[in-house]
C-alpha cells in the first residue's frame, strides 16, 4: 500500500545532508499513519464476520508499510531526477564515517532494499493465505504504477486522489480483510465474508482523500516548483473545501448504514464518527492555513482516520461474529 497521492510524499526531501535524516524523513513517519488505520479498519471488517488472523493481520499491517516505505522513497527518487532544480535537491549526503553518498542513489538502493523486505514478507503471506494475497498483491502493483509509472503518472495531476482513494481504500481494507478471510471462512469467500469490508473501504478512501487534500495546500509552493498539478492547484479553494466537507458527510452517512447492516445500536455506534465529522469539520475551517501549518494540520487528519479505523476495530472485537474458522493459524 504505497503512499499515493498528487504530493502525499511532500516532495524532495530537504532535512539537511545526513544520511539518517534523509531515510527518516524519506519515509514519511507520519503518512505511515494512514497505512496502519487501512490495514486496522480491514481487520476490523474481518472481525466482524468473525473472520480475525491476528498473525495474518500483523504480517500485512507488515507488509503494507515496508510497500509504503518503498513506495515513498521511489516517488520522491523519481522526483529528484525528473526536476533538476538546486533550491530543492541536494546532490549529495553524508554518512555517519562523514563520506559523500549521492543522495538518488540513496533513495534508490533504499527503495529496492525495503522492496525486497516486502516481497519475502509478501511471500510469507501467499503460502499461508492462499491465492487471494497475490490477487490482492497484483491489484496494488496496477494500482501503484498508475500512479507512478509512465511518462503521464496519476501522481503528478489531479487525478492522483483517485489512486488515494483506491490504496488506502478498497485496495487496503478488502486486502487487509480477504487475506483474513479467505483463511479463515468456513467456506469460499462469499459477500457475507466481505460485505463490511465494502462499507468500511469507502469510508477510509474518503478519509485518505482529505488526509491528500491537507497535505496537498500544505505544499503547493513545492508542488508547483515541481511542475506538479494538484487538485488544490487547479479547483480552487472554494471546490476543495465543498469536496472536504462532502466527504465527511458521505463517510459519516455510510457508517450509519453500516451499524444498520450489523444490526448495532445506532445512536451507540455513531458517537465515534460523529467525533471524527466534527474533526473534519474543524479542518475545513483550517484548510487555508495549511500551507502555514502544515505538519500540525496534516498530522491531525491522519490521526483522525487511525482513530476511527481503531474505534471499528474495538467494537468488532467486542460485537462481532463468533469466530467461524475451519483452520486456526493464530
Given at each position: ?126 503460502v499461508?493465505?492462499g491465492l487471494?494475497?497475490l ?132 445512536w ?10 466534527g ?15 502544515g ?36
Amino acid at each position: 500500500m504505497g503512499d499515493s497521492s498528487s504530493n502525499l510524499f511532500n516532495g524532495p526531501v530537504r532535512q539537511g545532508n545526513n544520511l539518517v535524516s534523509l531515510l527518516v524523513a524519506g519515509a514519511s513517519p507520519k503518512m505511515l499513519i494512514m497505512g496502519v488505520a487501512s490495514v486496522a479498519a480491514g481487520t476490523a471488517a474481518a472481525a466482524l464476520r468473525g473472520n480475525l488472523e491476528i498473525l495474518l493481520a500483523t504480517m500485512y499491517l507488515i507488509f503494507a508499510l515496508l510497500f509504503q516505505i518503498a513506495g515513498t522513497y521511489w516517488h520522491i527518487y523519481v522526483e529528484n531526477r525528473r526536476v533538476c532544480d538546486t533550491r530543492y535537491i541536494d546532490d549529495s549526503v553524508e554518512d555517519d564515517a562523514g563520506h559523500e553518498l549521492s543522495r538518488t542513489n540513496v533513495l534508490r538502493e533504499a527503495a529496492f532494499a525495503f522492496l525486497i523486505l516486502d516481497a519475502m514478507v509478501g511471500l510469507a503471506l501467499l503460502v499461508m493465505s492462499g491465492l487471494w494475497s497475490l490477487v490482492v498483491g497484483c491489484v496494488l502493483a496496477l494500482v501503484v504504477y498508475i500512479t507512478f509509472g509512465g511518462s503521464r503518472p496519476l501522481s503528478r495531476s489531479p487525478w492522483g486522489i483517485i489512486c488515494t482513494f483506491l490504496l488506502f481504500g478498497p485496495v487496503g481494507v478488502m486486502g487487509t480483510c480477504m487475506v483474513q478471510s479467505g483463511q479463515e471462512a468456513s467456506s469460499l469467500l462469499t459477500y457475507y465474508d466481505i460485505e463490511p469490508a465494502l462499507y468500511i473501504s469507502v469510508v477510509m478512501g474518503l478519509m485518505a482523500v482529505n488526509c491528500n487534500i491537507v497535505h496537498n495546500i500544505a505544499s503547493l509552493d513545492v508542488d508547483r516548483a515541481m511542475g506538479r498539478r494538484t487538485l488544490p492547484m487547479v479547483a480552487g479553494e472554494r471546490f476543495i473545501r465543498t469536496l472536504f466537507i462532502a466527504n465527511g458527510i458521505v463517510w459519516t452517512a455510510i457508517m450509519a448504514c453500516l451499524a444498520l447492516v450489523q444490526n448495532f445500536n445506532i445512536w451507540e455506534m455513531m458517537i465515534v464518527p460523529v467525533l471524527a465529522l466534527g474533526v473534519n469539520s474543524w479542518l475545513s475551517v483550517k484548510l487555508p492555513e495549511a500551507r502555514e501549518k502544515g505538519t500540525g494540520l496534516q498530522l491531525a487528519a491522519n490521526l483522525n482516520m487511525l482513530f476511527l479505523a481503531l474505534a471499528m476495530l474495538v467494537v468488532a472485537l467486542i460485537d462481532g461474529a463468533a469466530d467461524d474458522s475451519a483452520r486456526f493459524i493464530f
